[in-house]
């Protein structure tokens, strides 16, 4: 048995490393060559651009400053839009190593390998198979090895969304409290993300935490409900299963005597 059960984990890591090197070849050359093809990304290269060029690490602008905003997406000042967190990243890897190219896409790139490792780590908690097969959904589609080197800071967004969602998840299935560092790192990574795009992050943040409070309001008045109305329902099912109502039995005596008695209680 320990023989099979050791060939099945053999198995189970080359699948894995045969998913984890398909993966990390997409996410790496889905977008050769590398252009900035659209006004989204080249506004965020220009931010990066302009913190080295003209110092500007707290205020930046577009591309187009000085002309006319095209468009109610765009401010008609040309402030940028997005907070400067992927960009001081990307400032930073330039001058490491002197490369736009690199320097705009790792980001990016560096997130969706850290998004793949959670995801799988959160699914591993079902089971080998269920972690392989959230992996492969999530690494094998247009969408993520599109956005994986992209100009952009959606996958940042993703990865520090996931990580909130996360946590939480992992607080309500082990049930366990919040312990003061479960707060600093849930703090970290909202922090994190509001510099990353802003308050954004509330929007997919805040739903399911309403959400899960209502049911949980909902379920603990239902179940003090139950346990005061319980025995009364056990009563009824005994009067349904009783068939026929014409009966004189249920005529007299539920009928009357009790439907009085419990007109009597409620009033």
């Not at 198995?11 to 490393?17: A, D, E, I, V, Y």
């Not at 220009?46 to 002309?67: A, H, K």
Request: with cysteine; proline share 4%.
């Amino acid at each position: 048995m320990s023989r099979i059960e050791s060939v099945k984990r053999g198995q189970n890591w080359r699948m894995l490393l045969i998913v984890s090197v398909i993966t990390v070849c997409f996410f790496a050359v889905s977008n050769l060559p590398w252009n900035l093809d659209d006004y989204d990304q080249a506004k965020q290269a220009f931010v990066s651009f302009q913190m080295i060029g003209q110092q500007r690490w707290l205020y930046q602008t577009t591309p187009d400053e000085g002309t006319k905003a095209s468009g109610g997406r765009h401010s008609p000042h040309h402030i940028n839009s997005k907070p400067p967190a992927v960009a001081w990243v990307s400032a930073a890897l330039y001058q490491l190593t002197r490369s736009w190219d690199f320097a705009w896409r790792f980001p990016s790139f560096a997130t969706a390998l850290a998004l793949a490792v959670l995801v799988f780590r959160g699914a591993r908690t079902f089971g080998d198979l269920p972690a392989l097969c959230a992996l492969a959904a999530f690494g094998l589609n247009l969408l993520s090895v599109r956005l994986a080197t992209l100009v952009r800071t959606d996958m940042p967004l993703a990865l520090v969304t996931f990580a909130v969602g996360f946590l939480m998840f992992e607080k309500i299935r082990t049930r366990t409290s919040w312990t003061t560092r479960d707060r600093v790192v849930l703090f970290a990574v909202l922090t994190a993300a509001m510099f990353v795009k802003g308050p954004i992050v509330w929007a997919f943040v805040l739903p399911p935490l309403v959400l899960y409070q209502l049911l949980r309001k909902l379920a603990s008045r239902f179940s003090k409900c139950m346990e005061r109305m319980g025995s009364l329902d056990c009563f009824f099912r005994l009067v349904l299963s009783l068939g026929d109502f014409r009966d004189p039995f249920y005529r007299w005596i539920l009928r009357r005597r009790y439907s009085e008695r419990i007109r009597c209680a409620l009033s």
